[in-house]
Structure formats: C-alpha cells, structure tokens
T-cell receptor, first 114, second 112 residues
Framework: KAGVTQTPRYLIKTRGQQVTLSCSPI?????VSWYQQTPGQGLQFLFE???????NKGNFPGRFSGRQFSNSRSEMNVSTLELGDSALYLC?????????????FGPGTRLTVL | DQQVKQNSPSLSVQEGRISILNCDYT??????FLWYKKYPAEGPTFLIS?????DKNEDGRFTVFLNKSAKHLSLHIVPSQPGDSAVYFC???????????FGKGTSLLVTP
C-alpha cells in the first residue's frame, strides 16, 4: 500500500508569510502526528490528530495550527513565519496513535524561511 | 526545557559487538517510551517501544530496558551490523498533557 505522502517536498517563504503543509496518511490510518526537525532542537512534536480532533499538542506557539479532514488527510499551517521556523516538517500516520507500534513517517517538507 | 536527554551525540561500535544507546528523562508522568531510527534524507522509522509497566522489551536484535527509579532507558543492539548505522532518537510519551518528547539523537556508526 502507498506510504505517507507529504506535499510540497520543498518550500521557500519569506518572513511574515504563512504556509500550509499537507499530509496524506496511509489508507485506513486515522491518526496523524506532525513533527518539526531542526539541527539545533532536534525532533519536536507539534500535534496529533485523530478522527478530525486534536488529541495531543506539543509546546509550540499558536502560530502553528493544524486540522484533519474526514478522509484523515491533515494540514499544518504556520502563520507569520519567522526565520527560526526553517525546518524539516514530518508527519506520521498510524491506526490508533502514538502508542501504535506501526507509526509510519513521511519524507517531510523542507521549509526555508528567508 | 529538555525533558528527554541523550547525552552521547555519537557512538562507534565494531560489527558483531553490542551497541548500547542511553536515554534519560526528567518527567515521571511519562508512561510510554519509544526508539526511532533515522537514516539521512529519510523520515524516522519506529524501532521498538516499552510501556512503563514493563522493564524490558525485546524484538529480535533490539532490546529496550527501562529503569523507572533512575528515569533511564537504554537500547541494546546485539549483534550490531553496519546497516544499523543511523541516528537513534529516544522519545517519551504521556497522555497527561506532556505529549511526545524527543531526545536530540545519538548517531551510531557500526564499523566492519
């Protein structure tokens, strides 16, 4: 079956703009989690959605938001971009959530903020 | 505030020997722990997990040990293989509002 797909793969934005990233989970998976990876901070958890509801949330400012649609596809939005938002944004999907051993990651979206 | 710490940024081990990767956490509310492996230019891959009700979980060459009193867990890889060379992330999870917290990773190099 197809894996987790993320679009776009690469994105360049300028400070102050907003951006929307998309994640399509594996078919049948209802949980989608989002992560930010940077060289300085490593891998950080943003939030998890399950059946269109945000179930868990990491320690990020309100500029970072997300949503999940009825087909389990998820979007992540970052408003008023800052230089420090430059990162690799990963999403992962699973049947039941973070405790699910079968959590699969997508290839990520590389966001560069200039 | 880093609640999950991997104090060794890198580790080099000979093929066939044991690799031991360590992870410490500070929050006693964490009740589920995971290890992920990541190759360059790829997303992380789930490796093994352990619930706080256990102190050991084994899956083939990989074993995770949990010492709750010391707030410490370790991943043992025996025997180590060159294909195990990757960055390993430890993560701790709690439903009680602390979500999922990652360590900064340990880069493992297994040499032939």
């Amino acid at each position: 079956k197809a894996g987790v797909t993320q679009t776009p793969r690469y994105l360049i934005k300028t400070r102050g703009q907003q951006v929307t990233l998309s994640c399509s989970p594996i078919s049948g998976h209802r949980s989608v989690s989002w992560y930010q990876q940077t060289p300085g901070q490593g891998l950080q958890f943003l939030f998890e959605y399950f059946s269109e509801t945000q179930r868990n949330k990491g320690n990020f400012p309100g500029r970072f938001s997300g949503r999940q649609f009825s087909n389990s596809r998820s979007e992540m939005n970052v408003s008023t971009l800052e230089l420090g938002d430059s990162a690799l944004y990963l999403c992962a999907s699973s049947l039941v959530g973070i405790r699910d051993n079968e959590q699969f990651f997508g290839p990520g979206t590389r966001l560069t903020v200039l | 505030d880093q609640q999950v710490k991997q104090n060794s940024p890198s580790l080099s081990v000979q093929e066939g020997r044991i690799s031991i990767l360590n992870c410490d956490y500070t929050n006693s509310m964490f009740d589920y722990f995971l290890w992920y492996k990541k190759y360059p230019a790829e997303g992380p891959t789930f490796l093994i997990s352990i619930s706080s009700i256990k102190d050991k979980n084994e899956d083939g060459r990989f074993t995770v040990f949990l010492n709750k009193s010391a707030k410490h867990l370790s991943l043992h890889i025996v025997p180590s293989q060159p294909g195990d060379s990757a960055v390993y992330f430890c993560a701790a999870f709690s439903n009680s509002g602390y979500a999922l917290n990652f360590g900064k990773g340990t880069s493992l190099l297994v040499t032939p």
